[in-house]
DNA sequence: CTGAAAGCGCTTACAG
DNA sequence: CTGAAAGCGCTTACAG
């Protein structure tokens, strides 16, 4: 059995301290000073303690570590969402790698989870494990809020916002950006622009929404018109149907551009345009937000709104790490400024259907 | 000050056994049993036990648990990789995903961490933290397994494969693969194609160009021509890169198709033809290997070679769980079959530049 | 500078 | 069915 042979030689592997201590004949007191180098121990403690971690290849637990430090080095990031993908997904999979980039050099393990719409196993979960904080990605019910919150252990939201007063959130001035959006666009000289704005009950399509809204109507009718089409999720599959949908509509009316609240739905559209040999941005210019990656992989690139999601990740992880350590924090609202980014998508000025 | 308000309580928050023993007149041993449901204990015993653990609360800490059990329930994933991104990779961040929706429901929780070639800090935290078992992502060089082996934890690699014997591996059939790839585009009538081959160190890579070179050699000269082309990298702008190198060379020899040895490869090429006004797959044909999501997404959609990163998940852990619960595993290495997906890019047959 | 002892929060035989 | 005791692998005052 193969088993067996590759795990034969288990449990002989973990020493614990005492075995060193033996070992290298001194007590389990010094041998804990010398590897933590805490506390006075001579030269040759040192060095006698030294030899056999060195030979024995000795790890000190962190479980027994952390049991009596009541700190685990461990800190949880919950990933709110309906479905996989969680570390794939194309703007959550970046605040990830940028939570990961961050959090190893500061000598944090992290554990990944995703939670699923008004359940708390998964926050249930991470508070037995007894992290030491916590990051909560994207939306979340109020309640899961509550009930992490009964536990006193720090956490910080990201990409997401709560009524709940006082919890430290970091978030992109999404409104800013459907502004610039707005600005991008009329600037270059849209008249009639479609919008697909994603579902409202989540905080950026909402806001993103209402940026471009406030720009458009700022500007009077003879800056621009346009329509929105709401939709159910934000997933590329329901950019392109909602298109499908509207496509009689959108060819009747002399649309020039098409603003989508997320990259996916954007893109989606956009796909279905060129399916039906619409020129982009020859004939009409699209545009997104977010900046994936995809944006500017297609032909044509896609313009989009630049979401720091480097930035979001690695302060998620500072600020966290000072409360942890009970250092005060200044904020308890970080926004982000959101960068246009232009690309060929809307390079040059849209002509009617 | 901020800290203070919402971490003042903290401490309060998190209660022990004993606390729940005498909350409910009864002894911590009493608890344990009524907690894990293992033991006898009255019904009583059970109600005024499980009302102050509702009450309060309570969450059991698993750190004092995996202490006298030895077994945390937590395994790590270690991603070798020089670089970010990793989680929001196109191809490893689909496997993480799929290990991260088959280990919640088996009750374990994942720390995720990348490890940079040579250096051996990631998979010593792992160590330290105890974790039952162990994912590796990717090609690892001999010594971190070697390293990783002496410590008698389980451990599957996912990906790569490595001249240590007898360690478990899930990786596609990437050689099939290849043959799949030379079999379709040479199907459809390709009779000179360009190859852009990533980095032969890459075991997948490798193979991918190992199954293409052997199909092709054995239709025969008549059957169609190759010439490959190695690359230092395989990402994208490498891809791009290279395609444009060979620009001159490309456009005097009549190649009808070009397959890259993944899609992010054959993406790039294909970018750059796109902007030289090549038609895909109008005049040449283009494929990749993965069939990473942007694949679908693109116009025209890339036609490619599907892994299932799904499977390998799914399995790596359940292997696993095997591996830490010391059940019988009958296979060491798991080869998947991959499968071709037919999209736009090679569509119709190709003509010559 | 070093060691014995207590304790972190649980579980698990063992008596009763 | 229940409780006292020992122990998981460490760290940390406290004596010496």
Partial sequence: MWERSHNGERGKAVRNIKEIAQLSGVSKSTVSRVISGRGYTSQEARDKVLKVVQELQYKPSAVARAMVSQRTHNIGILIYRREYPVASHPFYGKILDAILATASPMNYSVFV??????????ADFMLEKRVDGLILISRLEQNVIEHIGKFGVPYIMVNGSTDVPGVIHI???DQNGGMEAARHLSGLGHRRIFVLAGPQSHRSHHLRLEGFRTYMNGQGYEFGEFDITYLESSTFEEGYRKMADHWEHFRSHPYTAIFGTNDMIALGAMKFLMEHSVAVPGQVAVMGFDD??????????LTSVRVDTERMGRLACEMLDKLIRH???EETAIELEPQLVIRDSTKRRGEAL
Same sequence: chains 1, 2.
Avoid: F
């Fill in 327 to 329: 250092e005060p924090v």
């Fill in 292 to 301: 994936i990656d995809a944006a500017s992989i297609l032909t044509p690139s």
């Fill in 171 to 173: 978030v992109n001035r």
């Fill in 113 to 122: 989870t995703t939670e699923y719409e008004m359940s708390l196993r998964s």
